[in-house]
């Protein structure tokens, strides 16, 4: 019998399915790793388990027995703990008063029973913490241990731990993995949300995966290989082609040459005008430092940057704190590019907005890609996919000859998402290199005329001949080959 079980769970965020019908069966001291692509369910399901959203369907049982996990507070009083990826204390308060929080009489220990009560909380997990240290100044990896030390002290013998490593750096990697076998030898379970293969092989006893909600695998991690995970996260069938694109022209439209930044290892890359280079990867591997610093707004550390047919024009992965200005009208975002007079366009003269101009700039967007609502007084009153179709209505306006499109269908319904796919393939057939960086394995597959995956900061290409989901979804792990240095 599982010490938790998880079954047949269904969650629904309005239209959107996030589960269906999720099954996770947990085994006394062992280190359980659930495995996904971004999308998959993961951090849904064990946010149910955790009391911090209810399950439209479904069942959770301790020992057999079925139980509603209500609250957060009602998990952590049935055993279970979950590590949130970043800090979830509060930072201005010391250690000490970290891991009191919450502790029914602790606001009315003194100072130094609240310090004496801290040590030997930290010595029972084999920590030395300053107790007086100041949480929020703390190193990353210690504030994650505070996390750990205060859930096992209020009784988790379940403890879930959100992408625990993607935040840390190797050496404090390690110490992590030692300190979760600890926990299971100690009889404690111990679910581990990870996407990097070899911290699963290392620590993990069974591994789960998930795909579009569902569990689609469960088995010992002994003799699993990369690609049997790969093929299990993401599946082995193809998307249906769309139109292709035209043929590469021979001319070099952007060139990367040992691209270093912080969270990117050197990165080589050539594109030509009138293809389409799609880059795969799961969150948290570089994509973030790789569009800032093609946006210009990070300067890298080392490494060129050749733009061979400007403009770059980019459609940023994050449309509300990066894309939009919220407060401007929707025409005002399409021509904000325009106004210091340095890209061109037609919407000012002598720095004066032309209203004509901006009416003709709402009315091709529209016409474009579709903006619904491009008439409303501020981006902030459109949906979240109309705002990314203004994104990518902006940088298509620029007429660029490098197209930068970080998650370009994020947050669109299926006919909005094939027709900005069908944009991106008609700007590559009029000789505009584009370069997609998507998390959609669906969507690389079917626009890459290239394939890589970004992994640690590092571009990995796909072979021609071995371009399918499970090689994919094997470099996307950090599995056979991965660390080979083959420029894309």
Known sequence: MPAVALRDVYRRFGSSVALAGATLELERGEVHALLGENG??????VRVLYGMLQPDAGAIELDGERVRVRSPRHALALGIGLVHQHFMGVPALSVAENLALGEPGAPWLGRDALRR????????????????????????????RIEIVRALERGARVLVLDEPSAVLAPPEVEALLEML?????????????????EEIARVADRVTVLRAGRSVASRPVAGVTAAELG???????????????????????????????????????????????????????????????LAGVELPESGEIEIGRPPLALVPGDRQRVGLVLDLSPGENLVLAEASGQRGGTAFRHGLLRPDALRAAVDEATRRVGVRGAGAPSARALSGGNQQKLCIARALRAEPGVLVAVNPTRGLDVTATAAVREELRAQARAGTAVLLISTELDEVLELGDRVCVLFRGRLLPVEAGRRSRARIGELMLGGADAGAETPA
């Open 231 to 293: 093929a299990w996260m993401v599946g082995d069938a193809l998307p249906p082609p769309g139109e292709p694109p035209g043929a590469a022209g021979e001319a070099v439209a952007l060139e990367l040459r040992g691209l270093r930044a912080p969270g990117l290892a050197g990165v080589d890359l050539r594109l030509r005008a009138g293809e389409i280079v799609a880059i795969a990867g799961i969150d948290g591997n570089g994509q973030g430092p790789l569009e800032r610093v």
């Open 117 to 144: 009560r801290a040590r030997e909380m930290l010595a029972r997990h084999g920590l030395e913490l300053d107790p007086d240290a100041t949480a929020g100044e703390l190193p990353v990896a210690q504030q994650q």
């Open 40 to 45: 998959a369910g993961k951090t849904t399901l």
């Open 181 to 197: 076998a600890r926990l299971r030898d100690a009889g404690h379970t111990v679910v581990l949300i990870s996407h990097k293969l």
